[in-house]
Structures are given as C-alpha cells and as structure tokens.
C-alpha cells in the first residue's frame, strides 16, 4: 500500500461527522435520576471523571453531539427488546458488564448488540469495557463473546458423544507419557485465533493437509503422537474445536447474523453485520476522547468499499440537506401539479397506484439526487484522486475471488446496465417472460398496453412476444452457421469449456443482440439471452401473438400473467386454441427495449425484392 494513502480522513467524514446523537450505556456512570436521587459519594471519582470526559468530548465545536445517559437497568434490556431511544442514536458507547460484575459473559449487553444488529438504522457501537478481570483478562475475551453470540456454532467443533468418547480414550493414552498433554493442546491456539480460522477456512482446517502459521505449534504437538495411538489429524483438530468452544455452549445464535465479518490487529479490532460496526475497547487503554479515532482506527483496518463510504454520505447528504433539497423541488409549482394529477388520476386498482406511487417515488428521487449532487460529488472526487495513489487499489479493496472473476464483473455490469427488477403493475415494453422455462420478450408498443384503455368485453389485450435464446445455444448455433459457410465439420472446431464459452459470448455483448437478467431475486445468478437464434444478429427474431388476461393485470408479489395464442393442428388447417401461464422474471431498460423493438419493426417490414442470386 501507498503511504501517500490514508483512508481515515474519508471514514471520518462518511461515518463520524454525521453523527448527531450519542447514547452511553454503562452501569457505573450516574444518570440524571441518579443526580437527582443519589449524591456524588455513591459513585465512584474514576467513573464520574469518565462521564465528565464524554460530557466535554460531546460539546466539544468538532462533535456536538447530543448526549444521552443512562445504566442499563431498563426492564425492556431485561425482556430481550433492545430500548426504544436506541433506534434513534447514531453512536452507542456501551460497558459490557452491564450486571454489576466485571467477569463473565453478560447476556444483557449481548442482547443489546443482537438488537442493534438486526435493526435497519445503521448502527455504531464502541463496546468500552474494562474486559474480563483476573490476570488473564483482557478486552479480547469479551470480543470473542460478541463474535460467538452473533454465529451458529461451527460444524467442525461439533462431536457426538461416541466419538468424543473415543477420542477423549486416546488423549487419556497419551497422558501417561505426557501428562500435561491435554492443556499444551488447548493452549496451542487462542480462541480468537481459532475462530478466525473458522471463519475464513471453515472446515477446512480439520483437513490433514491445512497448514497455518497459527497452526504451526499444534502440528508440532501433534508430530509428538505416539506411534501405537491412532488419533487421526481431523479428529485430533475437532477435539481441539469441541475443548475450546465448549464453554461457550448456549451462547452460539440459533441464526448467524445477515454478512457477519470481524477481525483483529495489534492496536484494534471491529465487527461487522449488515446493520451494525462494533469494536471493543479497553477502559484504560482508551481514554473517553479518543474513542471517535480508536472507531476511524477500526474502520480503517475493516477497509470497506468506497461505495459504502459514497452511499453513507448519500444517505447523511439526505438527512442534513433533505429539508432545503425538498423544498427546491416542491417549488417548481407546475411540474408537481402535473405528476400529483398524475398519481391521483389513476384508476382506483390497488396495483395501478402502487405502479403509479413508484413511478411518483422515482421522479422524486431523481430530483433529489441532482440537488445533492454537488457535496457528494466533490467527496467522491477526493476519495477517488486519494484512492487512486494506492499502486493496486483492486487488490486493496476486493477480495481476490470477485477480483479475478472478470466474467462475473462484466455479466453484472451489464446487467444493471440493460434490465431492472419488475416496477409496473402490467405488462409493459421490454417485459422478459418465462413460459416452460423459455424466455420471451414483450415488445408491444407501449401505448398499446394501458389497460383500460380499450374496452375489451373478454378481458384480452393482444401482445407480441418475441423468443429470446439461451446464449449458450445460440453461441452453438453461430458456431455451426460459421463451419457450414466454410465448409467445415463442426468437430473440426476447438472444444470449449464453459469459461470459454462465456468469454466467446461477452465479445458479442456490443453487438446489440444480447440481453442480461436476474431471474431470481434471492440469487445472484445472471442469465445471458440472446435476441435471434445466433450471437450475431443475422437471423430474423421469432415472434408470436398472444393475448393476456386480464388486459396484461397481474398480482405484483406473484407477477404471473395467464396467456392465450393459437397453433395449427397436426392433420388438418384447423386452428388449436392454447392456454399457458407465463412469469414475469425482468424488465428491461426503457431504451433498451427500444432498440429490440425497432430492430423487430425492421425485420417484419422487410420488403422482398425479386433479385436472383447464383
């Protein structure tokens, strides 16, 4: 990494500087109904002096903060409910003996971080305890019972009793040559260590080939296994699991929270879920006023993305200018009269005002974007000149699998580019269709798809759908076309394999015949369709006439449409009248659903002239 890189400056201005209210949580410090209720000899100088120093760090020009006390002795705490004052604070300071003990696991202050974590405000929380007491206390073991309470206990530590029995036979072996031999093997490794491992190898690591610096004293331990002892490397690795995480049975989470990631250094440490930044802090190692840098400290070695620095700011830009940004937009008088005529002119279907509310929603947000635009841009500007010093700011950023994946980026890239999720409640221009696991297009023109805007006494409304071609067979169909022009065999061609052939195919994506989708929303699956039979284009699109039910009307959480169309008999030139039920899976972009109509309206008004060839 550069040293001409410091990423803190952009942390502190994305995550600390927006921050406006501060909660402290901590059964020492005195509240205002213990000021009012208690003297000042009930509580001790050290801790009054820290209250004091946040006091002061809160008022400070740099902060000012809007502060809030109080012991944690709530009975909501006690019920499992994180407190209501707490959904609305930007940064928690929080002890973690909350029970008036200064050893143990505390259930109450591990409740609170559960709440935090599964909440959608975004939440900050410095954990400023005094950690375990004894001599081997340490703000670590009070890390590690915040990681242990927010993952399911892994796999690799679980052992049925006959096996454990069965190993726990061969340690009591072992002990009559080595009688220590049970506390050098639990002592190897420490539990933070060994949950880091977890975490980044799984399984893994009870493989007899896994090697690991942290492992290095274990494998040593193990290479001193008497020969006449058949104690499997896994096994020997589970036992280790199961003796270290033991204690912790009855913490581990029925349920891991949603994109949990931690990790440790030598001057910090963070976790994170997808709502929540933690790092735990010593009393005595931290002073109050250094808390803020201790939490920029923490993130900088968390390293997040630059786009999640961006969509914090966005999301503060709209918080601390949204009330002057909404006020330049409602002032264009005529333009709001036109889109609320628009949004309370519509039928009263539930589903076409919920197309209408989204349209509304998305007009306004657009607008909003562009007021806010000058802050966050001149913030994505620095953060791009700074990031830019780093020689590999990809390698610094991504992890080394999406890095490398270059298939993947594109696909997804353009993805977003070409189609979105499903924003109307009908079918509309540039709809994708799944009939029998088949993809189609809709490319009706769009003013032909109102409903209600013919009176159809059955209910149909005629659209066209155009075939789409899974990519992969339309890249085969191009590769036959080819040898058939040349005069080749198609097993004169190189055999590809699939990452072959995704790359053939991403050299047509410029080509204007190929459509990228996400059919299933709880996947992250891209499907690749093509426009004609092959990748390049030459052939004419495949269409049918349908008409839909209900004048195209579906249920948006459903987003299945019933379609009817005709074909002809095997025997004889009666026409058979067809049923099936279709899914709408994506929408295109508006432009982009242009474009295929067009190319549609070319290839069905093409004229035959009465040229000959040879």
Known sequence: MS????????????????????????????????????????????????????????????????????????????????????????????????????????????????????????????????GYSGDKGSVKDVLVDIIVSLQIRPKVSILNEPLLKKIDDHIDDWELEDDSIRSRIVESISTLDLLHLIKDYGDDIARPTFEHELFIELDSIYGELPSDIKLNKALFVKWLCHQKLKKYDGFFSSSPASYLDWGEG???????????????????????????????????????????????????????????????????????????????????????????????????????????????????????????????????????????????????????????????????????????????????????????????SDGLMPVTLVQMYDAKQALNSTRESMCKSLGLKVSDLEVLNESQQLEKIIEYSTENNLLFIQPNDRSDDIKILSFTVGLDGKANPKCREYHAENQGIFDVDKLEVNLHYVKPCDKDNALKPEQVSARVVAELRYEYALNLLGKLGVARSRVGLGFVGR
């Open 3 to 130: 040293v001409d890189f410091d990423y803190k400056p952009f942390l502190k201005k994305a995550y600390i500087d927006p921050v406006r209210t501060v909660t402290v949580i901590d059964d020492e410090y005195p509240t205002l109904d213990d000021l009012i209720t208690k003297t000042k000899d009930d509580f001790k100088t050290d801790d009054i002096d820290r209250l004091r120093e946040i006091v002061k760090v809160s008022r400070t020009s740099e902060f000012n903060w809007l502060l809030d006390v109080y012991n944690g002795q709530e009975d909501k705490i006690e019920e499992k409910i994180v407190s209501n004052r707490l959904h609305h604070s930007d940064l928690l300071i929080l002890d973690y003996h909350l029970d008036g003990e200064d050893n143990g696991y505390c259930k109450k202050s591990i409740d609170i971080i559960k709440g935090l974590s599964t909440n959608r405000h975004f939440n900050i929380v410095a954990v400023h305890t005094k």
């Open 266 to 456: 030598q001057s910090a440490n963070w976790l994170k879920t997808e709502d929540l930044f933690l790092t735990v802090l010593g009393k005595k190692q931290t002073p109050v006023n250094e808390i803020p840098s201790q939490i920029v400290a923490a993130m900088d070695m968390w390293r997040p993305h630059p786009h999640k620095l961006i969509l914090s700011k966005l999301r503060n830009e709209v918080e601390s200018k949204g009330i002057s940004a909404s006020s330049s937009i409602l002032h264009k008088k005529f333009l709001q009269a036109s889109w609320l005529k628009e949004l309370l002119g519509r039928e009263h279907d539930s589903y076409a005002v919920q197309t209408a509310a989204w349209s509304t929603i998305s007009k306004l947000w657009e607008s909003l974007a562009y007021e806010i635009k000058p802050e966050l841009g001149s913030f994505t500007v620095d953060l791009v000149n700074a990031v830019k010093a780093i020689p590999d700011p990809l390698n610094y950023f991504l992890e080394k699998t999406t890095r490398e994946n270059e298939i993947e980026q594109v696909k997804h890239a353009n993805c977003f580019s070409c189609s979105r999720k499903v924003a109307t409640h009908h079918l509309v221009t540039g709809h994708v269709l799944e009939i029998n696991t088949n993809y189609w297009l809709c490319l009706t023109p769009a003013c032909d798809l109102v409903p209600g805007q013919k009176k159809q």
